[in-house]
């Protein structure tokens, strides 16, 4: 199984592991020392961690809403060598795919894709590479929408920062990941269908943002890349790949006040093992109660 299901009120709600990736865990820990972070999340032999690509399927009554998209299967052997990518999925499609047809759904089912940013892992598998002569990945086929009947999510200047990188950003906004996908765009907080909430989290990126779930007085919020795992819960533990990394601290700040308040179910894109929780206190620190497993 590579979904592990839950309820927010009455949306029914899926996890989707859409593969796996490794990224340099001191670059994943900021300033961090490594004596701490390794007891957390162990690293191997290249100093890499293990990373999920988890997504979350909504089934709402406007159709079902996808946030972020994984890895795609798109990039050469090259690229997956360093950052450790394992997606391939049937049909040389991605996992991600997989996923949705255990749930019996195809991508032509899915209405909506909400990017919560566009970096290659959470933005790659929102447009693919058509296989020629039935091999995926670099075998060189046209670049299709992945979902082609959904309307595509994202924040307008987040779609501007992309288009516009510099030697700092490059490597993380690649053009065949947005460039084809005809955007509709958000300004800041926004509704784009009852109950999904775009949360501006900036930071990470300066156009960053979660998205909240909310059925019946309940509450999931998809942290992305403002809390990539479990372990980046304490306000100070901040990936060093951020780059404004005071401004995620007032954005974690500000986010936890309302998960803690409301009891939000926190979802973790990236963590290897644990899908969701609760804010809870490590004596001082924040750290998580009530934790759902990857299913
Ligand atoms: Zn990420």
Redesign the pocket.
């Known amino acids: 199984m590579s979904h592990t299901s839950f309820k927010v009120g009455r949306l029914t709600c899926h996890a989707l592991e859409a593969g796996r990736q490794a990224l340099d865990g001191g670059a994943m820990f900021g300033v961090v020392p490594k004596p701490l972070w390794e007891r957390r999340i162990a690293p191997d032999a290249r100093n890499r961690i293990p990373?999920a690509l988890r997504c979350l399927l909504v089934e709402h009554d406007d159709g079902l809403v996808l946030v972020d998209t994984g890895i795609g299967n798109k990039e050469d052997a090259k690229f997956r060598d360093i950052y450790a990518v394992d997606n391939e999925g049937a049909g040389g499609r991605t996992r991600l795919e997989d996923t949705l047809a255990e749930l019996g759904h195809t991508p032509a089912d899915v209405r909506w894709v909400i990017n919560t940013h566009l970096?290659f892992?959470?933005a790659g598998g929102n447009t693919y590479r058509e296989a020629v002569d039935g091999g995926g990945g670099d075998a060189g086929g046209a670049i299709r929408i992945a979902f082609p009947r959904a309307t595509y999510v994202v924040q307008r200047r987040e779609l501007e920062f992309a288009r516009h990188t510099n030697e700092r950003t490059a490597a993380s906004y690649l053009a065949p990941n947005f460039a084809p996908v005809p955007f509709t765009l958000v300004d800041g907080a926004a509704e784009p269908l009852p109950g999904i909430r775009c949360l501006p989290t900036p930071g990470h990126v300066p156009y960053h943002q979660s998205v909240l779930v909310e059925s019946a007085g309940e509450r999931a919020c998809f942290l992305?890349?403002l809390v990539?795992t479990t372990a980046h819960l304490p306000l100070p533990w901040i990936m060093g790949y951020d780059l404004e990394p005071l401004v995620t601290l007032e954005s974690k700040r500000r986010l936890y006040a309302r998960a803690e308040a409301d009891g939000w179910l926190l979802c973790f894109?990236?963590d290897p093992t644990v899908v969701a929780g609760r804010l809870g206190r490590e004596g001082k620190a924040f750290g998580l109660v009530d934790p759902l497993g990857a299913g």
Do not use: G, N
């Open positions: 990373l970096h892992d959470h992305a890349d990539p894109e990236h």
